[in-house]
């Protein structure tokens, strides 16, 4: 079955500085892949999402990128707010149609 | 904007008791999910559900648990005999569409088996 790998489990940036989370996945067929951020104690929260069929996709200060032959897939976030502290989870829609989801990376935005 | 509520949002029960979790998923929505969360640890997908059917399970999802939707609104999952090692944070989710459709998350139930 799909295994996602994700790292690192901890990420600490200046405000203001870019942060970058990146995943692999291990199923090729995989083709959806969302990214949740999840607050402590609250719901995961869906903040991006690619399918296979594209390369880049941005929304505002956040893009993800998608390498299907090296099948990994990377959260960047530019200028970095404080409310941007959260945990974030990278997930793979696999072969069965289960959503897979990473470990988590805990970001610390320092003020 | 339309939200996935589930109750209760803590539920405590003695080990070997049964548990019935309930969610409301957005209304216009086909597809259903129940994902568990132990504490500091990865989301983990439980269940899906389609047309009053199961689409996809996961290992976790044995015969220890299983799901309905006992009429238009609610989706339930229940668990039997509640081991120590269920204690986790169990989220629903819906979607519009399939699996590849964002997925909406409800707040989520805490479980704790004592």
């Known amino acids: 079955g799909e295994n996602v790998e994700q790292h690192p489990s901890t990420l600490s940036v200046q405000e203001g500085d870019s942060a970058v989370i990146k995943c692999t996945y291990s199923d090729s067929a995989s083709n959806y892949f969302p990214w949740y951020k999840q607050e402590l104690g609250k719901r995961p929260q869906l903040i991006i999402d690619i399918r296979s069929n594209v390369g880049e996709k941005k929304d505002q200060r956040i893009a993800v990128t998608l390498n299907k032959t090296a099948k990994h897939f990377s959260l960047h976030i530019t200028e970095t707010q404080p409310e941007d502290s959260a945990v974030y989870f990278c997930a793979a829609r696999d072969s069965n149609y289960q959503l897979i989801w990473g470990a988590g990376t805990k970001l610390i935005i320092k003020p | 904007e339309p939200e996935v509520t589930q109750t209760p949002s803590h539920q405590v029960t003695q080990m070997g008791q049964e548990v019935i979790l309930r969610c409301v998923p957005i209304s216009n929505h086909l597809y259903f999910y129940w994902y568990r969360q132990i504490l500091g640890q990865k989301v983990e997908f439980l269940v899906s559900?389609?047309?009053?059917?199961?689409?996809?399970k996961s290992e976790i999802f044995d015969d220890q648990f299983s799901v309905e939707r006992p009429d238009g609104s609610n989706f339930t999952l229940k668990i039997r005999s509640t081991k120590l090692e269920d204690s986790a944070m169990y989220f629903c989710?819906?979607?519009?569409?399939?699996?590849?459709?964002?997925?909406?998350f409800g707040p989520g139930t805490r479980l704790t088996v004592l």
């Open positions: 989710a819906s979607s519009q569409s399939g699996v590849g459709d964002t997925q909406y």
């Open positions: 559900f389609y047309n009053n059917e199961i689409s996809e």
